[in-house]
């Protein structure tokens, strides 16, 4: 499906942008589910990684994923007071919220970080926030500072 | 245990000083019976004269000697002679003595009922072969019109309150036997011993225990607890005191009707009186025993006689008598053991214990003991307050001290024991009063109210009388009572109203029976008595209310018509002037006419002829 | 224990029993009427006098006040107790001729005619019913502790009655008061200020009331009464405890708290039901502002036998049988704005079946049904849906209401017939409207408990709407009904049995099949920080000693509980030493899903 979506909305010539996005199991994930059973289109650009909870994901996956081209990252969990884990979406907050902070240290413009919450009702509202951060990331460019700051300084 | 030896003799001293003044004295009956004669008004006169004319005298005030039809009494002791009782005295009649007899010599024998005290002055004979005196045993009301009842030491020389100290040599067991000896009865009505009543609230389990006079007073017609109260209210203390001592009770209650201001003013008195000298209050005279009076009083309702609406009406309830048992020996006031009894058989404890029950019984009847108190009041010549010996007979009592029927009339019945109580007909005069035998003859003692009752007299209007005063009385609660009585006083009226029906009296039976058999209290329980006894002694009466419409003693307005009988008129006119319709005419000397037309039947006329010439037809 | 006759019947007794209680043991009946078994009798009516022939002062006494004594022998239903019994009938029947009661036992008591005229003569009042028998005062004071109402007055002219005549307002307004009263006189708005609060009825949707005490619906399981403590005057004012007093097994606790319950359970299934959403927010339907304006469950109450008006069907404005009755469907229901977008599912169906029940009750009836389509996609649904139209049960009427408006007695229902273009106007007696069904409330609060999602409307959510209807994704908890979607019985009983079904399957396993993705502990690189074990929402980490042969201890690490651990990955991405891996997550599987769509 996501293929089809992609044939909808690609143009050759444009570049596409390229987002790797960390969806909770449970809520995010099942939503992006239901907005393809539900046959809501939304932009082929973002590429889906499942973790279990959006408490698994580790700031490094977020690094790994710019160093691996991404010229945004998405994570989304269930709604706060949701988790299916009771509390790891709380700790995701925490954590990547901080995160956020540390990457204008270390040079990452943070609007290429997203953090969200989508239930597994809420196919339309994936639709939307998918088409949303992709215009949002179009008008950003393409990421090739980070490309830059690995082959400038440190070794991938 | 401390004595008052020094209080007791400086209150000898006292009455010794008072006895033998050497300035003349004059003991005024003030009770309510004789300020409602005037004797307020004598005491003021007294003192302004005394006053103003610098005379050397005193005025005292006593209670009531009991010769109500006398009233204003005055006692008067000049230094040298015997006391002399004068009899209705006014305030012309008190300047009169003052002057004549007190400053002068003439003993105004005219007036004089008697004396009092030993020696002899003119021709004035003794109070006490006073036709209304003769007969009586003065136990009771042995103080009463003698000493000044707000002045204790007056009662400490009488030997005031030595039962009570005697009491508490004796100890509680002792006491009460001697109460057992006396065989002394309940004076509030149904008689009940009273030694055995505080036995029960003696030994019932439950603390504290209460003692509490009954003197809510309420028989129409009845004052002999007033009187006592107001003339002599330290006995009913010292009763009082000797009770709860035998029972041990830390504290009682006066239940006093609101309408005998007089005798809560002079039960108060004597209460605080009693305090001050240690006779009331904790650990009395050292004896460990503790014992305090409060006065309450009664909010005006003749139920609240009843004990268990009185001890309600103490708590602050509504006065309603409740289902016995339990009785309130058991569960009385506060729901803990009471007991409680009447004024007069409070009073009566002190000399008991003091001469000893033997004494006591060794007057009145084999079931009846020492003396009774009777309010004897109605149509009878002589009323006032009158103690007998148990066991003397009506006849004397009506006849002896009461001086018979008024006028030329004819005894009927007397009533005895209020509107709880029944007529004792002419024919049973002779019956000698006792608690068993007035039962029998379907009339009670109560608390010793007698009505005298003549040929004009309708026995139908005086049943309806007492009928329509415990309809107002009742206290509502209980069905038979409250709706059965009422239903009563509804045929009465009916009967009266010369719209009696064949079955009524069978109905008025009937009914009587029920309201009695039925009902939750002894009001109810003795609410028919009036016309079940009256049925009884006088069913003629009724009949002829309702068969031949004719009510003979000329009272029920709508079944009689007066005329005059010409031959016996002599055409005196006081009918004249007092027809309030003008109905009467007739020259002077000449026999009279009633104008039937004009007529109202209001009696006057039958009343006030002095040849009986009105006839009823 | 006190041993008594009556009536020639030995009787045994506890002390402190009446005689009353003891005729009652012996199965007896002596009429009462100013008794009652919670309050303190008073022996006032003097209707229950027996008649004491020994072992006590012989008498009449009343007895419901009287204690049992040792061998006291009672004759109930001698002459002389007959005839007083008789002539307190007589006298209250004169006193109270409105009362039916006394009547009544006049009547069973040989009483053709009264020698006593009626009181009413004097007061000009023939529907007087009180006997003054002053129970709801003693009530009042003794056991509600209120003392609003006391009597006034005495002997014959005694009346019930307030303080100084005014309302009372220490009146509680309970009502307790009409409740006992035994010849129905009391009417308790004569003596309160403010009005007699009644408890609604939940069962009944508010249409009756209930007392504090209630079953809460016919056929509870268990069936048995409840006490509920914001109504009972005991739990009010501490004051009352007539329920105690009567209980004949002592039943009644009033120590009992509410108590939290843990039972640990391998399955939960949620099935909590609906409730219909408040038509009022629609003022166009007058639902809240006309009484003949109903919600299609309160109707079903009306016509139900065991409902508020026992199976009888009135106008609540007035009581009588409406004649013209309309339904309304989709109120609320497929309505995107302002309202629930999605179909109810069941109205279709109950308006048919609503539309039949009304024709059994009111035969010379006409129904209307203001309908969108009717959806009976069901085993026989279409058929039963066809008979209404069909038998003209009910008039079918394809349209919507614009309006429903009050004109007289009647609402004037106006809508539209889309069939034939025209706009009609219905004058009906009664309006029921076939509101939408919402999840129940306190969905959201259970959905998070369960840790189960919900939809926009509350919906709890299924695993998989086609594969795993039942389950939710949280292992362990199922769904059955309406608290899923809107379903009618025969769904809601398929989707219950099945829900049943997977949980009995997962319970009568001895051993428990686990994910497989959950954490595992690298113990050799694991330093023991147990940052892990603070991140865990379940609890499942506990330390573990490493120990040599010996036994000594060599180093304490972080241990996952299999059974407990649900796989979150919370402790892996805590772990600063990177001890913690979820299976199936590893970090290395994501770094390589990372590159491969990067790719």
Same mark, same amino acid.
């Given at each position: 499906?996501?293929?089809?979506? =992609? ?12 987002? &790797? ?42 690094? =790994? ?7 945004? &990252? ?39 970080? =997203? ?15 998918? =088409? ?25 | ?61 006593? @209670? ?506 002599? @055409? ?46 | ?28 009946? $002596? ?79 040989? $009483? ?51 303080? #100084? ?88 606790? #009033? ?69 013209? $009755? ?19 599912? $069941? ?16 035969? +010379? ?16 649904? +279409? ?33 539209? +017939? ?129 120990? +040599? ?51």
């Amino acid at each position: 499906m996501i293929q089809k979506a =992609k044939n909808e909305t690609t143009d050759p010539s444009e570049w596409q942008p390229r987002i &790797v996005a960390f969806l909770c199991n449970w809520c995010s994930y099942a939503g992006a589910d239901l907005a393809g059973m539900s046959r809501l289109a939304y932009p082929a650009a973002i590429k889906i990684v499942r973790v279990p909870c959006s408490g698994r994901v580790d700031p490094m996956f977020v690094i =790994k994923s710019f160093e691996q081209g991404a010229d945004l &990252v998405l994570v989304s969990g269930c709604h706060p007071g949701d988790c299916h884990y009771t509390s790891g979406n709380y700790h995701a907050r925490r954590k990547l919220l901080a995160f956020r902070e540390l990457m204008t240290f270390f040079g990452i413009d943070p609007r290429r970080f =997203k953090i969200s919450w989508v239930s597994a009702a809420e196919g339309a509202k994936w639709s939307n926030l998918v =088409k949303e951060i992709t215009d949002e990331v179009k008008a950003l460019g393409p990421f090739e500072t980070y490309s830059e700051i690995l082959t400038g300084e440190t070794g991938p | 245990m401390r004595t008052l030896r020094k209080n007791y003799s400086e209150a000898a001293d006292q009455w010794e000083a008072l006895q033998t003044s050497s300035v003349p004295v004059l003991y005024v009956g003030a009770a309510t019976c004789g300020r409602a004669a005037g004797a307020g008004e004598v005491i003021e006169r007294l003192q302004t004269e005394i006053r103003d004319r610098q005379i050397a005298a005193q005025v005292v005030e006593v @209670g009531c000697l009991g010769l109500c039809c006398l009233e204003p009494l005055v006692v008067v002791h000049k230094p040298g002679s015997p006391q002399v009782c004068y009899g209705r005295v006014d305030t012309d009649r008190i300047v009169h003595i003052l002057d004549r007899y007190v400053l002068g010599d003439d003993p105004c024998a005219e007036w004089a009922l008697g004396t009092m005290t030993p020696g002899e002055v003119d021709s004035i004979g003794k109070f006490s072969e006073h036709p209304m005196m003769t007969g009586q045993v003065r136990h009771v009301l042995r103080n009463c019109g003698v000493i000044d009842p707000k002045d204790m030491s007056h009662y400490l020389a009488r030997d005031g309150y030595r039962g009570f100290m005697k009491a508490l040599e004796l100890g509680p067991d002792k006491t009460l036997k001697e109460v057992k000896k006396a065989g002394l009865r309940g004076r509030g009505g149904a008689g009940f011993p009273t030694w055995q009543k505080w036995q029960f609230c003696r030994t019932a389990s439950g603390e504290p225990k209460y003692v509490i006079c009954n003197a809510d007073e309420g028989d129409p017609g009845a004052f002999m607890d007033r009187s006592i109260m107001e003339g002599d209210p330290y006995s009913v203390l010292e009763g009082m005191a000797i009770g709860a001592y035998v029972i041990g009770a830390e504290s009682g209650y006066i239940y006093v009707r609101g309408e005998y201001p007089l005798a809560i003013r002079n039960l108060s008195i004597a209460i605080e009186q009693s305090r001050a000298l240690g006779l009331l209050g904790d650990n009395i005279l050292d004896s460990g025993f503790s014992f305090d009076l409060e006065i309450v009083r009664g909010a005006g309702a003749f139920v609240c006689g009843e004990e268990t609406a009185l001890i309600a009406s103490v708590q602050g309830d509504i006065g309603s008598p409740r289902q016995r048992p339990p009785y309130p020996a058991q569960a009385g006031l506060w729901g803990k053991p009471t007991n409680i009894n009447n004024v007069e058989t409070w009073s009566n404890v002190p000399a008991i214990i003091l001469r000893g029950g033997k004494q006591f019984s060794g007057i009145g009847t084999k079931q009846s003991k020492g003396t009774k108190v009777f309010s004897l009041v109605g149509k009878v010549r002589n009323t006032g307050l009158v103690e007998v010996p148990m066991g003397t007979t009506m006849r004397e009592i009506v006849y002896d001290i009461g001086g018979g029927p008024q006028k030329k009339r004819t005894f009927k019945a007397v009533q005895s024991g209020g509107p709880s109580g029944g007529c004792i007909p002419a024919p049973l005069l002779d019956l000698p009063i006792d608690f068993d035998k007035l039962q029998e003859a379907g009339a009670m003692m109560g608390s010793g109210g007698l009505i005298v009752m003549d040929d004009h007299t309708c026995m139908v209007d005086v049943a309806k009388y007492f009928l329509a005063f415990l309809v107002d009385e009742s206290c509502g609660k209980c069905t038979a009572c409250r709706e059965g009585v009422a239903q009563m006083h509804n045929i009465l009226v009916r009967i009266c109203q010369g719209e009696g029906r064949d079955g009524d009296i069978e109905l008025l039976e009937q009914l009587g029976t029920y309201v009695k058999d039925t009902s939750l209290c002894q009001l109810g329980g003795t609410a028919p008595n009036p016309v079940l006894s009256t049925l009884r002694y006088f069913r003629d009466e009724y009949e002829a209310h309702i068969h031949d419409k004719t009510c003979r003693a000329g009272v029920c307005k709508s079944l009689v018509r007066f005329a005059i009988d010409p031959d016996t008129c002599k @055409g005196c006119g006081l009918c004249v002037r007092d027809c309030p319709t003008d109905a009467i005419s007739g020259e002077k000397k000449e026999p009279h006419h009633i104008d039937a037309d004009l007529c109202v039947q209001c009696g006057v006329c039958y009343e006030d002829c002095p040849f009986d010439a009105v006839l009823v037809e | 224990m006190i041993t008594l006759t009556i009536d020639g019947q030995q009787v045994e007794v506890e002390p402190g029993k009446t005689i009353l209680d003891a005729a009652k043991s012996l199965g007896k009946v $002596i009429p009462t009427l100013c008794y009652h078994p919670a309050v303190p009798a008073a022996g006032a009516c003097r209707i229950c006098v027996v008649e004491v022939v020994a072992g006590d002062r012989p008498g009449l006494v009343p007895a419901c006040a009287y204690p049992a004594k040792e061998g006291m022998d009672i004759q109930t239903q001698s002459d002389r107790v007959m005839q007083s019994r008789r002539m307190t009938l007589q006298l209250l029947l004169a006193r109270s001729p409105g009362a039916e009661v006394i009547q009544d036992m006049a009547r069973d008591h040989g $009483i053709t005619e009264n020698p006593f005229p009626e009181r009413a003569k004097q007061t000009g009042d023939k529907s007087e019913k009180c006997i003054m028998c002053g129970l709801c005062v003693r009530l009042c004071q003794q056991i509600i502790g209120a003392s609003a109402i006391c009597f006034d007055g005495r002997g014959p002219d005694r009346k019930v009655s307030t303080p #100084y005549n005014n309302q009372s307002d220490v009146c509680l307004g309970c009502g307790a008061c009409a409740f006992v009263c035994p010849t129905g006189a009391i009417d308790p708005a004569d003596y309160s200020p403010s009005p007699i609060e009644k408890i609604p009825n939940e069962f009944n949707c508010g249409l009756d009331s209930r007392t504090p005490i209630h079953i809460p619906f016919p056929q509870a399981v268990p069936n048995k009464p409840l006490i509920d403590r914001d109504n009972c005057i005991r739990f009010k004012t501490g004051g009352c405890g007539a329920c105690e007093t009567i209980c004949p097994a002592g039943a009644i606790n #009033y120590d009992m708290e509410d108590e939290f319950v843990e039972e640990e359970v391998g399955a939960i299934i949620a099935a909590t039901g609906y409730e219909i959403m408040d038509p009022s927010i629609y003022e166009e339907y007058g639902y809240g502002r006309y009484p003949d304006v109903v919600t299609s469950l309160e109707f079903e109450r009306m016509v139900s036998a065991s409902g508020p008006t026992n199976g009888e069907l009135t106008r609540p404005s007035n009581g009588e049988p409406p004649k013209t $009755i309309v339904f309304l469907q989709c109120i609320g229901s497929r309505r995107e704005v302002n309202g629930k977008p999605y179909c109810s599912n $069941i109205c279709c169906m109950y308006t048919a079946k609503h539309a039949i029940l009304y024709k059994h009750k009111v035969h +010379d009836g006409q129904a209307f049904v203001f309908f969108m389509d009717v959806r009976a996609a069901g085993k026989n649904y +279409d058929q039963f849906v066809r008979r209404v139209v069909k038998e003209q049960i009910a008039t079918y009427v394809r349209g919507r209401v614009s309006k429903v408006f009050a004109r007289g007695d009647k609402l004037i229902v106006r809508g539209a +017939d889309t069939l034939s273009g025209t706009q009609v106007e219905i004058a009906a007696d009664m309006v029921v409207l076939a509101a939408a069904l919402v999840p129940s409330s306190g969905i959201r609060e259970l959905s998070q408990k369960l840790r189960v999602g919900f939809d926009e409307h509350g919906f709890l959510l299924e695993a998989h709407p086609k594969l795993r209807p039942v389950d939710t994704n949280t292992a362990g908890v199922f769904l059955a009904g309406c608290c899923h979607s809107p379903k009618d019985i025969p769904e809601s009983v398929a989707q219950a049995g099945a829900a049943a079904s997977k949980a009995l399957g997962l319970v009568c396993h001895t051993r428990l099949s686990r994910e497989p993705t959950i954490g595992i502990v690298d113990e050799s690189s694991c330093n023991g920080c147990f940052e892990c074990e603070g991140v865990c929402a379940y609890g499942a980490i506990s330390a573990k000693e490493l120990k +040599d042969k010996k036994g000594n201890t060599l180093a304490t690490v972080a241990n996952i509980n299999q059974g407990l651990c649900q796989g979150c990955g919370a402790c892996a991405a805590t772990c600063r030493s990177k001890s913690i891996e979820v299976q199936g997550y590893r970090d290395d599987q994501l770094f390589a899903a990372i590159n491969a769509i990067n790719r």
